[in-house]
C-alpha cells in the first residue's frame, strides 16, 4: 500500500534516510532532525512532500518517497522533483518502489506538472537499470553543481543589495 505520510511516520521516515545515507555512503551527511523533517513537511509552509510504502501483510513502513515541486522556466510549468527514494533492503524486488514512483507519476498527473526529475548515484547500477527499465531517461549532459559550507558563505558575501522581493525563509 502506498499513502500519504503523517506527523506520525517522522521517526520511520528519518530511520529510512539514516538507512538511504548508509546505502549511498554517506551516513555522516544524513543529519536532519525528527524536528526539521516535522517542520518541512507539515509546518505550515511544508517545503517538500512524503508518501510511505507499506508492506501490505504487516503494515509495517518499508519504503518511502520524498518530493517536492519545481519550476521549469523552458515550459513554464511546474514538476517534481524527486529527492529520495527509498525501499529497505528485505522489500526490494516486491513492487514497492514501483508502486511508489507511480503514485508521484500520478500526483504529477493530478497536477499538471510535465517533468518528474531525480537525481541517482552513477555507481548505482540497479538503481539506474530500474529506473530505465520504467523509461526514465538518462541527462547524461548535466552535471550537478553544489555550494556548501564555507563556498557558499564566501559567495553569499559578494552579494549586491537586493532591491526587489525574495522570498522569506518559512520558519
Known sequence: MIRAATVDDIAEIRAMIREL?????AAEQARATEEQLREALFGAH???F???????ETGQAVGFALWFPRFSTWTGTRGM????LYVR???RGDGHGKALLASLAAICQQNGY?????WVLAWNEPAIDFYTSLGAELLNEWTVCR?????????ASQAPAVHHRVPARQD
Do not use: K, T, V
Open 81 to 84: 522533483h524527486l529527492e529520495d
Open 147 to 155: 555550494l556548501i559550507g564555507e563556498p557558499l558563505a564566501a559567495l
Open 46 to 48: 511544508p517545503a517538500a
Open 114 to 118: 510535465e517533468r518528474f526529475e531525480w
Open 21 to 25: 545515507a548508509e546505502y549511498e555512503r
Open 89 to 91: 533492503s528485505h522489500a
Open 50 to 56: 512524503a508518501l510511505i510504502a507499506e508492506d501490505d
